[in-house]
């Protein structure tokens, strides 16, 4: 059974950094190309950023270009977002997911 | 970027009753379409990818059509469980977007 499991969300300041997890287990893993989408609280979902299986490939939203980045590390089968200088309009539920399942998602919530 | 609508944005319907939601891409996106269920409080779940294939799992009242740029999600004999916001998104080009979904509620 596929399982993903976000962790490390929490409540952080604007300007703030946080660092996303998610531990994948039940399927290959270092072969599956992986995505983050968020959605913010009340409103539609939103994809954020995707990394390829080997990591040679990498693409993110034109909101977050420049403050997150993703990764991943294959040999403990985690995917990972690296959030830095956080705004409020960041605030949103952050799903991890592969082209068929998902997580239960971790909440990032970005208030002074 | 490729923008995806969905109509309509909300729906009422009636246990046993089918609907048909619709969603159209700003450009051709071949068949490269997934729909998606999510209810209150919980994680989305993919019901179908490639336009009109069923995700493992998934019952077959479900069921996805279209391509090019305009793609259905039938849902026949409504259940109380199948009353939730479904979204369709491509995924012919980066960035992926999403439609703004539409809420299935009980009439």
């Known amino acids: 059974e596929v399982q993903l499991v976000e962790s490390g969300g929490n409540l952080v300041q604007p300007g703030g950094s946080l660092r996303l997890s998610c531990a994948a287990s039940?399927?290959?893993?270092?072969?599956?190309?992986m995505n983050w989408v968020r959605q913010a609280p009340g409103k539609g979902l939103e994809w954020v950023s995707y990394i390829s299986g080997g990591s040679s490939t990498k693409y993110y939203a034109d909101s977050v270009k420049g403050r997150f980045t993703i990764s991943r590390d294959n040999a403990k089968n985690s995917l990972y977002l690296q959030m830095n200088s956080l705004r409020a309009e960041d605030t949103a539920i952050y799903y991890c997911?592969?082209?068929?399942?998902w997580g239960q998602g971790t909440l990032v919530t970005v208030s002074s | 970027d490729i923008q995806m609508t969905q109509s309509p944005s909300s729906l009422s319907a009636s246990v046993g009753d089918r609907v048909t939601i619709t969603c159209r891409a700003s450009?051709?996106?071949?068949?490269?379409l997934a729909w998606f269920q999510q209810k209150p409080g919980k994680a989305p779940k993919s019901l179908i990818y490639d336009a009109s294939s069923l995700q493992s799992g998934v019952p077959s009242k479900f069921s996805g059509s279209g391509s090019g740029t305009d793609f259905t999600l039938t849902i026949s004999s409504l259940q109380p469980e199948d009353f939730a916001t479904y979204y369709c998104q491509q995924y012919n080009s980066y960035p992926l977007t999403f439609g703004q979904g539409t809420k299935l509620e009980i009439k």
């Open positions: 039940g399927f290959t893993f270092s072969s599956s190309r």
């Open positions: 450009q051709g996106i071949s068949n490269y």
């Open positions: 997911t592969t082209e068929a399942s």
